[in-house]
C-alpha cells in the first residue's frame, strides 16, 4: 500500500524560504518512479509545479522556476520541495504525487495523471 505524508508546511513572510517534505512508503523512489508537486490556492484549479523523473530530468512551472528545487532523497524514501523567494502568489496547498512510470508513455510530468496523492500540506506567505 502506497502512502504520501508531505510535511514542512508554514506560515512565512515574503521573501523567505521554505522546505516541503513528502515520506513515501510502499513505493521506492529511487526506481522507476514518477514525483511530482502540485500545489492548489482557494477557488484556482490544482496546477503542477514540479515533477521529477526516474532519471532524475525535472520539470517546472514558469510561475516557480528559478525559485523551487524538485529533488529526492532516496536515504529517507522522500520527496523533497525548496522553496525560495516566496511571494503571496506561493500561497496554498501543497500534494505530493507518485505514479509507476510507464514503458509506453514515461512520466505524466507536471499533469495530473498520478496514482498516489499525499493530503496536503499548507503553505501561506504574508505580504
Known amino acids: 500500500q502506497v502512502q504520501l505524508v508531505e510535511f514542512g508546511g508554514a506560515s512565512v513572510q515574503a521573501g523567505g524560504s521554505l522546505r516541503l517534505s513528502c515520506a513515501a512508503s510502499g513505493v521506492n523512489v529511487g526506481l522507476r518512479v514518477c514525483l511530482a508537486w502540485f500545489r492548489q490556492a482557494p477557488g484556482k484549479e490544482r496546477e503542477g509545479i514540479a515533477a521529477i523523473d526516474s532519471d532524475g530530468s525535472t520539470d517546472y512551472a514558469d510561475s516557480v522556476k528559478g525559485r523551487f528545487t524538485i529533488s529526492k532523497d532516496t536515504a529517507k524514501n522522500n520527496i523533497d520541495l525548496q522553496m525560495t523567494d516566496l511571494t503571496a502568489d506561493d500561497t496554498a496547498m501543497y500534494y505530493c504525487?507518485?505514479?509507476?512510470?510507464?514503458?509506453?508513455?514515461?512520466?505524466?510530468?507536471?499533469?495530473?495523471?498520478?496514482?498516489?496523492w499525499g493530503r496536503g500540506t499548507q503553505v501561506t506567505v504574508s505580504a
Open positions: 504525487a507518485a505514479a509507476s512510470r510507464s514503458i509506453w508513455s514515461g512520466c505524466p510530468g507536471r499533469r495530473p495523471s498520478y496514482t498516489y
